[in-house]
């Protein structure tokens, strides 16, 4: 939907070791999201942008980064990972201001040992 | 979030019986989301609210608002196993994010 690529699909990795997750999307939208979901929690915004070079923090930024350097490419770093990093990431896109996030990847499961 | 509500956590239907998924909120919304989600999959967005009173309907689901808009309900007819999966809300409260219900596991059998 909306052409939302995420890459990788999986992943594992170790405590301690950067992980970079991609969001690519085709449809020129303006807003992307930066979502993980675990159980209980439902989903949780990690970060958000509303245009190149613009983000800003969701409610569970703490130990991530991200980066847009185009408007098609958001990133989503973990410096150095931690096992409460564990997670399914999901990233979104809405395309204009006021709208919420109407399309969504399929998700990037990620486990860190 | 304890300002957002969704139940059930699951439902188990017998194929052609009705349900109803609820979600409540603790404050005014702005925007109600209803999304479903497949397993292994992406969230597909079913229907958006905005107006105290208003429903929509999608093929056999149904979503209504209340007029104080703190309430949303969900309503398959008729459900089949293609109805089956993970239903969420999502809150709008006029800010740059949603906030989400923690979902609604459905099941239906044959």
């Known amino acids: 939907d909306a052409g939302i690529t995420q890459s990788p699909r999986h992943k594992v990795t170790e405590t301690g070791t950067p992980v970079t997750l991609r969001c690519h999307q085709t449809?020129?939208?303006?807003?992307m999201y930066w979502y993980r979901q675990d159980p209980g929690h439902g989903l949780r915004l990690i970060h958000y942008?509303?245009?190149?070079?613009?983000?800003d923090k969701g409610e569970v930024s703490d130990g991530y980064s991200v980066s847009r350097s185009k408007t098609e490419d958001f990133l989503l770093t973990l410096e150095s990972a931690t096992s409460s990093q564990t997670s399914v990431y999901f990233c979104?896109?809405?395309?204009?201001?006021?709208?919420?996030?109407?399309?969504f990847g399929d998700g990037t499961r990620l486990s860190i040992l | 979030s304890q300002e957002l509500e969704q139940s059930p956590q699951s439902l188990i239907v017998q194929e052609g019986k009705n349900l109803t998924i609820n979600c409540t909120s603790s404050?005014?919304?702005?925007?109600l989301y209803w999304y479903k989600q497949k397993y292994g999959e992406g969230l597909i967005f079913l229907m958006m609210?905005?107006?105290?009173?208003e429903e929509k309907s999608h093929e056999k689901i149904t979503a209504k608002l209340d007029e104080k808009k703190q309430q949303s309900s969900l309503h398959i007819t008729a459900s089949q196993p293609s109805h089956a999966g993970i239903y969420l809300c999502?809150?709008?409260?006029?800010?740059?994010?949603?906030?989400f219900g923690t979902g609604t596991r459905l099941q239906v059998f044959p």
């Open positions: 449809e020129n939208h303006r807003y």
């Open positions: 979104a896109t809405a395309r204009r201001e006021g709208d919420q996030p109407q399309h």
């Open positions: 404050k005014t919304l702005y925007g």
């Open positions: 942008s509303y245009g190149v070079k613009d983000t």
């Open positions: 999502g809150a709008d409260y006029n800010t740059d994010k949603l906030i």
């Open positions: 609210l905005q107006k105290g009173g």
